[in-house]
């Protein structure tokens, strides 16, 4: 059981290496928005309030 | 045989991906010091190489590349280099350098690892990753020894990776404590369901394992991290409720012996692990203040030969983060660590204030406010416990300076911008 845990953890830690390179420039993207790990859009704020959940 | 295949495997995929991305050996860097999994292959000695090929990459990259911070000095950068000098007189200097040496080279390769964050992380992107590098690392051990709790119903208690600094028990609860709230952190800004699945389950397990850790410190650093947690959220009160039901839940499944040690928080004067500590705090101080200038050396203090002539001879750990650095490197290491907290605390605040309901910068003013939380744990957690070079707090000062001048540079650009629209 730890041992794919162990495994799991490590190809998670790929992911997040691979996700950086994706939007790094190397790979042409540069705001953190693709992939797995990729980053939400934030809501436009229009009358001066975050209303996003707490 | 086969996990040191399969980590042979994913070690290479990894330096792979550091040739098409130089940043990826620092994120390599950090993974391995932090997780340590080669310590869990067949043979851990075939890979312990790697972490010393990840940080030579590391100072390639830093030492080659365009892509850095430029080096303009602030209030953090020079407090920060004050206290690495002291880190090396002290040692030059100590009172026996072969005693200290294992701390100094501990603590001296923290300091280099956070200076290459300070140079090179310059982008949101960058920050997030290695979030996400640290929370995976340190995220293994909590989710590993948060099932290994409800396996067994808190029987006995769990430790960290041995060799590590957060090997005991006590140190263990607080570099978990100090990593919810980054997980939080990147539960808000992750948009990727499975993303945010994996950062709760690894969050939820950690407070688990916090409990399961029989840690006194680790309770008062988990009351911490949840009052901080409870004040920052809108809805307070329902927060509040949900901790509550949640604790109140997992508290009866504990064994009588975790309320009984649990309780001794109370009467702690009557407490003889209490005491010890209280007589290692006196030795640190009195030989602090024979050795102001430089300290006698990381560690020294621990030994009956250093500490005999204040009277009974001891020998224990300091068991205080603060009065390690006081002991260890002397007062003006000790007033540059305070310095450093105290300003990139002060920096949260700031860049809260600046980015709140700012449109672009919300993911700016979560982070400020975790980084902060992270650092209170940090700042409670330790009075008890020796972890003055602890990454988690090194990186969270380090992501301070690097997402102050970021979003500083930002806010430049988009006013710049507006003025020129305004003007066109």
């Known amino acids: 059981m730890t041992a794919i845990i162990w495994l799991f953890f490590l190809i998670m830690i790929i992911l997040a290496l691979h996700w950086y390179r994706q939007n790094s420039g190397a790979a042409g993207a540069f705001d953190g928005t693709i992939g797995y790990f990729a980053m939400k859009e934030e809501p436009e704020i229009s009358d001066g309030k975050d209303k996003r959940n707490p | ?424």
Request: hydrophobic content about 50%.
């Open chain 2, 1 to 424: 045989m086969i996990k040191t295949i399969a980590l042979l495997v994913i070690t290479g995929i990894a330096f792979a991906l550091y040739t098409q991305a130089g940043f990826v050996s620092l994120l390599i860097w950090v993974w391995l010091s932090i997780m340590m999994p080669q310590a869990e292959a067949y043979n851990p000695a075939i890979l312990s190489y790697s972490n010393l090929i990840a940080g030579v990459a590391t100072v390639i990259f830093l030492i080659t590349t365009k892509d850095k911070n430029p080096a303009t000095p602030n209030i953090f950068t020079i407090l920060f280099f004050i206290f690495t000098g002291f880190v090396i007189l002290s040692q030059i200097f100590s009172l026996d350098s072969d005693l200290s040496y294992s701390p100094f080279r501990v603590g001296i390769t923290v300091l280099f690892m956070t200076y290459a964050v300070l140079a090179l992380v310059n982008t949101k992107v960058k920050i997030q990753a290695l979030l996400w590098v640290f929370l995976i690392s340190i995220g293994y051990y909590g989710v590993t020894r948060g099932l290994y709790t409800i396996a067994n119903g808190g029987a006995g208690y769990i430790t960290g990776p041995g060799g590590t600094l957060i090997a005991d028990n006590n140190q263990l609860a607080v570099g978990l404590a100090m990593m919810v709230p980054l997980s939080y952190y990147l539960t808000r800004t992750s948009a990727d369901k499975r993303a945010r699945m994996l950062t709760m389950g690894i969050s939820s397990l950690s407070i688990v394992a916090i409990i399961g850790t029989h840690s006194r410190g680790g309770l008062i650093s988990l009351g911490v991290l949840v009052l901080g947690l409870i004040l920052r959220s809108k809805n307070k009160l329902l927060n509040l409720l949900i901790f509550i039901i949640a604790i109140g839940g997992a508290l009866p499944l504990m064994p009588d012996e975790w309320f009984q040690r649990m309780d001794t928080i109370s009467h702690a004067e009557e407490d003889s692990s209490f005491n010890g500590r209280v007589e290692a705090w006196n030795v640190a101080i009195k030989l602090s203040l024979e050795h102001p200038i430089l300290g006698v050396g990381a560690h020294n203090q621990y030994f009956p030969i250093y500490n005999a002539h204040l009277g009974t001879p001891i020998m224990r750990a300091t068991h205080n983060a603060y009065l390690e650095i006081l002991a260890g490197h002397g007062f003006l290491a000790f007033g540059a660590f305070l310095g450093m907290m105290a300003i990139t605390l002060l920096w949260c605040s700031r860049i809260k204030k600046l980015t709140k309901n700012k449109n672009g910068f919300l993911w700016a003013n979560d982070l400020a406010g975790m980084l902060q939380l992270s650092m209170l744990v940090y700042g409670v957690g330790v009075m008890a416990l020796s972890m003055e070079f602890w990454f988690g707090l090194w990186l969270n000062m380090a992501l301070v300076c690097n997402l102050r001048a970021i979003i500083l540079r930002e806010l430049k650009l988009t006013s710049t911008a507006k003025m020129q629209r305004a003007y066109a």
